[in-house]
Each structure stands twice: as C-alpha cells, then as structure tokens.
Antibody, heavy 117, light 106 residues
Framework: QVQLVESGGGLVKPGGSLRLSCAAS????????MSWIRQAPGKGLEWVSY????????SYADSVKGRFTISRDNTKNSLYLQMNSLRAEDTAVYYC??????????WGQGTLVTVSS | DIQMTQSPSSLSASVGDRVTITCRAS??????LNWYQQKPGKAPKLLIY???SLQSGVPSRFSGSGSGTDFTLTISSLQPEDFATYYC????????FGQGTKVEIK
C-alpha cells in the first residue's frame, strides 16, 4: 500500500538546522510531485514547499523562502527538507504528502520539530 | 497569494444533522479546490478533490460544490465519526489552506 514515513524531527535551538526525511513506498515515487506541509501546535495547516518529479522545479511559502530547501532522491524513494535558521515559529508537526494531480494524498504520520532554547 | 477563508470556524451539530461548511477564495481558482478531514493526533485525509469528486472510500454523505471563488462541503447526515476539523485547500496558484472548521458534538 502507499505509505509515507517522515523522520528527523526533534528539538533544535533557534538559529539551528535540521533535515527532515520522508521515505515513500507502494508507488512509483519518481512519477509524483511531493510536498511538505506543517501544522503548528493547535493551529491549522500551512503548505511549506513542493518539488517536481525530477526535482528541477521547487516552490516555497514566503514564510520559509531562503531558509528551507526541498530535495528528493528518486533512486532512494526519498524526500527531504533542509531547514536552516530555524525560528520558534517553525515549531510544528511536519507532514510529507504525495501530490496527485493537484491534491494531497496520502499524507505521512508527521514528525514534530520543536525550536526552543 | 491566494487567501482561503472558511466559515464558520467552528460549529456544534447533532448526529443526523445536515452540515455545510463554506470556503471562499480571494480570487477565482476555477475548480482547483480540495477538502480534507483531520481527527485529533492524526494526519489529514483527503475527502473531496477538484471541487466535487469524492475520494475513493469516502462515504457518499460527503459532497462538494462551487466554482470560481465560493465553495461548499456538505455532510448530508452527520455521523459520530464525522466529528473532526475540515480544511479546504486551493491548488490554482501554489497551495493554500483555509483556517479550518471544527465540527463538534452538540
């Protein structure tokens, strides 16, 4: 079955860096755009970034532009999010999601990133 | 950027009620509108895509409609498992979510 499993979350100090990973299985990973979406504690969903099938095209939310970098390795069926210059407001559960046409399905279970001193 | 506004932010309803949630886009998004359901501690789940197409496995009591800037999600007869938070999402230009509508038990 189609499955996405995120990892790499944890506690990091403001200004620090973290790299999230998303392992995909059950589908041809290289055929799909992929996205990262986050949810701050008790808040709504915020789209963060997406990447094209080959990785040649990316897009970012204004809130993370210049600090976060999305990438993928189609040989490893993996999606990544490099997060630099982290701020308290980046504290959230980060989900990876497959983009089917223009919607997200499925989503991973999420990984929690906490930015705090 | 396209802003998505849902209303209401929360509602209380009883089992068997008909529930309607509205999502308004700050500009026309054609039919590039999707709906998700999220239960506490879980990842969101796709309900409706492209305004009105029901995702496989989703009960037929869920339906979506609209075009341009105004969209609705309707639950025809609310069931106990439907108490959750619902989000709309546009994909006409990058991606944006509405702020969510929490459906609570009355």
């Amino acid at each position: 079955q189609v499955q996405l499993v995120e990892s790499g979350g944890g506690l990091v100090k403001p200004g620090g860096s973290l790299r999230l990973s998303c392992a995909a299985s059950g589908f041809t990973f290289s055929d799909y755009y992929m996205s990262w979406i986050r949810q701050a504690p008790g808040k709504g969903l915020e789209w963060v970034s997406y990447i094209s099938t080959s990785g040649s095209y990316t897009s970012y939310a204004d809130s993370v532009k210049g600090r976060f970098t999305i990438s993928r390795d189609n040989t490893k069926n993996s999606l990544y999010l490099q997060m630099n210059s982290l701020r308290a407001e980046d504290t959230a559960v980060y989900y990876c999601a497959r983009e089917v046409s223009t919607w997200f399905d499925p989503w991973g279970q999420g990984t929690l990133v906490t930015v705090s001193s | 950027d396209i802003q998505m506004t849902q209303s209401p932010s929360s509602l209380s309803a009883s089992v068997g009620d008909r529930v309607t949630i509205t999502c308004r886009a700050s500009q026309s998004i054609d039919s590039y509108l999707n709906w998700y359901q999220q239960k506490p501690g879980k990842a969101p789940k796709l309900l409706i895509y492209a305004t009105s197409s029901l995702q496989s496995g989703v009960p037929s009591r869920f339906s979506g409609s609209g075009s341009g800037t105004d969209f609705t999600l309707t639950i025809s007869s609310l069931q106990p498992e439907d108490f959750a938070t619902y989000y709309c999402q546009q994909s006409y230009s990058t991606r944006t979510f509405g702020q969510g509508t929490k459906v609570e038990i009355k």
